[in-house]
């Protein structure tokens, strides 16, 4: 047991927090880290989350590949990660230990469940003493807790079978880490009575449990001190809490409310991206159709027939889904017509890690389909960002009637973090006209309907849907002559649709606002970033000028096309650095589109950057 | 949308200004005739109407109709026609497929089309060849078909497409050919008329790569001997004199017997509502050895909930139940706190 502090019940003010909570995956980890996080928005606290589960939905219970932790920051600042090291562990089992000791700080807490440390646990994970016992967490403090045997005694009256009443033991842990650092539990007991309203003996044992940590905490000597975080300074509002994936779902649906166009999902299940069909298939009432499909290419494909008919089409799906869809894909840069295809990257290749994140999906977007098939490309940097890119994404399908694809990634997909809720009058409106008239007079002076005239200023062809009289025509994957659409082999006109198709991608970037350049532009050190590195690089980029370096940042939403400006501003700086998580795929392009000297920060580890790492390359490079 | 009160077409309306390409003599020149000659037939609209096909030859059928239209990715068009179903059900969705577009590449899809019951009219060209790749053995080709990927003859088992369009739960299922516009014309209209997902298998001739291949079917001579017309609640007969018909035996299996043998009672009356598909499916496979006389008509048709129509009931019923979709409140769904 470590040493005994005075016990006291005034709160020390720390301005930041970083808890793990891990366990076993049957432990209910992911639901403790939600409610410790709801309570925290609650009180007002900045945060961000990092969930991180097994991709076995049942991995064999007390190993280290059955570990799922979720870790939270809350802090009185805005922050932006979810924290590179927790100061807190909570380890509901020795496995939990393992796997997620190295990540604590040195002199972090250790809040282990006592009960779980048993012979044959500490076996399984190759512990030849017990941890608790011997000295090995010298460097930390450790507070075990026999929270099985605890929340089985706090349910005993409520005549639980101890069994059933273990299963609680995640609302010990919540109880007792609340008291901690002084978060209220009245939020968490509302929301089991909601949550468990006909389910009388979970709710019961686990408010039991819930107030037993928490009394256990005031009561014991061992536990010591308390903390407090207190709100962050943020702007008046009104604000939610959401995940990526949340977020991108009702960017989706506002897409379509904003253009004015039911909304179609075809859509296969696969993880990361599966919520975001969840969540779709909750809203028909703002008319949203979804199809759960045959599979990932029948989803794209009914995207695509419903953006024939005159619908916002939509398919949701993760990298292995992308590699299925890319024909369907390339159909729709054929035919022209407007499509999102959301991709919620995973490591890869094949199935790869499918719960961990990775941002190495750039190169399959830009280049994975056959031919000369261009198409835009954007990429949300942050959970709540997602609810925007969504909306971007859609608005430059629709004007340029081609098909979008969106990469968020699972790390913003799952990770959370508090929204000022944007008022509905204040977003963009998507103008979306459907073509009603003939547009072409021939010769003689009759007129007819040529389906690929195009706008003079964006390219895009006419959209002209079902149900309207005179406007009949067909489209399709073969070549077809720029103007009347009719099947055309020419060498000529080829070479002109192939040009054609990529002038409109390019000129897309006519109507990009000027790229920002974050921190100081006049640097020597440029940080290049996109996608989810953003918090890290943020974090980083912040403690290097607060340490009195120049850094200059800049992050692109758009990757397809690039920003007009970006050559001539990356070729200011001596140094370009270019975190990915990849093995540098956005590097490759910007060297192979401006001849510059990019360099790859490159991780691929089914994590994200922690802001340490970036900030030591910065480092590195102004050496 | 435009209305739907329907102007009186004529075959003209429906017939885009593209000239045909197929080669000549073959099989689907008779089909897109009875297509187009039946559409003014049918009380719909041109601009109501889409045909989504996939690649093959059949497939280039769409742009010679003056409609909506796709030809679209190799298997793909059940899929995007569900899309297109989904998305607006007042529309006639139209699917045009061959055998190894329909039952190779896209089998997935035309499954699955016709397990949802999805309002699609699908009619899948089978002439048991790949033509437009030149002459590769199909799904649909015999065992010991010599094509040009298989010189020593195919060692595949075919698929029955009627048996595969049954066994998916598909609620309207028929067979015609191309020789035969005015049977083409009344199975189509009943295909269009169903509402779900209708598959009809058509025998087509293909001329150049696999000609005469339901010559021993569907010849002028034979056809009186080889050929049974499945006509709902009457007796299934056939022959030049009506002389032979469809028993079931003690052991559930059907045969072939002359009526004077076993007398008119013991004739199977033709139940195309039938519930149960087994006695389809049994007819569907009468033909399996190839040599066997072979039905024709409408094999099943039943009714069964629609599935873009079941869609668009939620879209409604939740617009109802909830009111309709406010952005302000649900992106306050997670529940909020204010920060002064
Ligand atoms: S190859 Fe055969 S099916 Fe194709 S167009 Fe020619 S005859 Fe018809």
Known sequence: MSETLRRSTEAEVINRLVVRFAGDSGDGMQLTGDRFTSVSAAFGNDLSTLPDFPAE???????????????????????????????????????????DLHRLEIGGTIIANEDAFDERNLEKVGYATNPLEDDSLANYRVIAVPMSSLTKEACAPLGVKPRDAERSKNFFALGLVSWMYSRPLEPTVEWLEAK???KETVREANRAALLAGHSFGETTEAVGHRYEVNPAQMPPGEYTNVTGNTALAWGLVAAGQLAKLPVTLGSYPITPASDILHELSRHKNFGVRTVQAEDEIAAAGMALGAAFAGHLGVTTTSGPGVALKSETISLAVATELPMLIVDIQRGGPSTGLPTKTEAADLNIAMFGRHGEAPLPIVASYSPVHCFYAAIEAARIALIYRTPVILL????????????????????PTIPVEFTTEHNHVNDDGSTEFWPFLRDPDTLARPWAIPGTPGLMHRIGGLEKA????NIDYTPENHEKMVQLRAAKISRIADDLAPTEIQGDPDAEICILGWGSTWAAIDSAVQRRRRAGEKVAWVHLMHLSPLPNDLGDILRRYRTVLVPELNSGQLTRIVRAEYLIDATAISKVAGLPFTAREIEHHIEEASR | MSDTTVTLTTKKDWSSDQEVRWCPGCGDYGILQAVQQLMPELGVAPENTVFISGIGCSSRLPYYMNTYGMHSIHGRAPAIATGVAVARPDLDVWVITGDGDGLSIGGNHLIHALRRN????????????????????????EVGKVSKSTPFGSVDTPFNPLAVALGAEASFVARTHDLDRQHMMETFRAAHDHRGAAFVEIYQNCNVFNDGQFNHVTKRTVRDEMMIDLVHGEPIRFGAERQRGVTMGSDGALRILEVADVG???????DATRPDPSLAFALARLNTDDVSPTPFGVFRQVERVEYASSVS????????????????????????WTVD
């Open chain 2, 118 to 141: 999805v309002n699609l009219t699908i009619l899948m060209f089978n002439n048991r060849i790949y033509g437009l790749t030149k002459g590769q053995y199909s799904p649909t080709s």
């Open chain 1, 196 to 198: 468990f309203a006909d």
């Open chain 1, 408 to 427: 968020s990634d699972g790390y913003l997909a799952n990770g959370s973090e508090p929204w000022r809720v944007p008022d509905p009058a204040e977003l």
């Open chain 2, 313 to 336: 009931a939620q879209v409604a019923a939740a617009s109802e139940h909830k009111g309709p979709g406010d952005l302000a409140t649900l992106l306050r769904s997670n529940g909020t």
């Open chain 1, 482 to 485: 720029d103007g009347t659409g």
């Open chain 1, 57 to 99: 939905i049942r991995a064999p219970a007390g190993t280290i590949n059955g570990v799922s932790s979720f870790q939270v920051h809350i802090s009185d600042h805005d922050i932006t990660t979810p924290g590179d090291e927790p100061n807190v562990l909570v380890a509901m089992n020795p496995a939990a230990l393992r796997a």
């Open chain 2, 264 to 270: 008119e009672d013991a004739i199977l009356v033709h």
